[in-house]
């Protein structure tokens, strides 16, 4: 929980600064990402959390994501389009997709979009290790990387 080196409090505050460590610490306890020993030492559970079993967890999480999207396509639209500053976005579109594959589908991008956001994860902190203090000084922007799956359009219906 606390300690002159690595700490649940330490890596709250660099995380997450805005956000009491007890308060996060309460909310990761209560959706089953962490758990708490008796020796106050605290075990991750899960890589990544799961937001739709907590509805107001979802609406957060979903808000969230639509921002940042929507972020995305106006930061594009609104720069040059050289393309040399835009945001990575690309979609895979198949107009006219097997539905029974889909179960497949939905598998497939369950664990390799899992391994793909993971992966940039692990980048993204091997990146900030040990520039906590120091990004927030010199600046630091929020990233998001986003995986989705989109089924049918409602257009059509």
């Given at each position: 929980?606390?300690?002159?080196?690595?700490?649940?409090?330490?890596?709250?505050?660099?995380?997450?600064?805005?956000?009491e460590p007890e308060?996060?610490?309460?909310e990761l306890r209560?959706?089953?990402?962490?758990?708490?020993?008796?020796?106050?030492?605290?075990?991750?559970?899960?890589?990544?959390?799961?937001?739709?079993?907590?509805?107001?967890?979802?609406?957060?999480?979903?808000?969230?994501?639509?921002?940042?999207?929507?972020?995305?396509?106006?930061?594009?639209?609104?720069?040059?389009?050289?393309?040399?500053?835009?945001?990575?976005?690309?979609?895979?579109?198949?107009?006219?997709?097997?539905?029974?594959?889909?179960?497949?589908?939905?598998?497939?991008?369950?664990?390799?979009?899992?391994?793909?956001?993971?992966?940039?994860?692990?980048?993204?902190?091997?990146?900030n290790e040990g520039?906590?203090?120091?990004?927030?000084?010199?600046?630091?922007?929020?990233?998001?990387?986003?995986?989705?799956?989109?089924?049918?359009?409602?257009?059509?219906?």
């Amino acid at each position: 929980m606390r300690g002159p080196t690595k700490s649940f409090y330490g890596l709250s505050r660099d995380s997450a600064p805005n956000l009491e460590p007890e308060t996060l610490l309460t909310e990761l306890r209560r959706v089953g990402a962490v758990t708490l020993d008796n020796k106050r030492f605290v075990h991750v559970r899960m890589r990544s959390l799961p937001v739709y079993k907590d509805n107001r967890l979802a609406i957060q999480h979903t808000l969230m994501s639509l921002h940042s999207f929507i972020t995305t396509l106006r930061h594009n639209l609104d720069s040059d389009p050289s393309n040399s500053d835009q945001l990575f976005h690309r979609v895979a579109w198949n107009g006219a997709f097997d539905r029974k594959l889909i179960p497949m589908l939905k598998i497939k991008l369950k664990r390799q979009g899992q391994d793909f956001l993971e992966s940039f994860d692990n980048w993204m902190m091997r990146k900030n290790e040990g520039r906590g203090k120091k990004m927030r000084q010199s600046g630091s922007e929020p990233v998001f990387i986003g995986v989705y799956l989109a089924i049918g359009d409602t257009r059509k219906r």
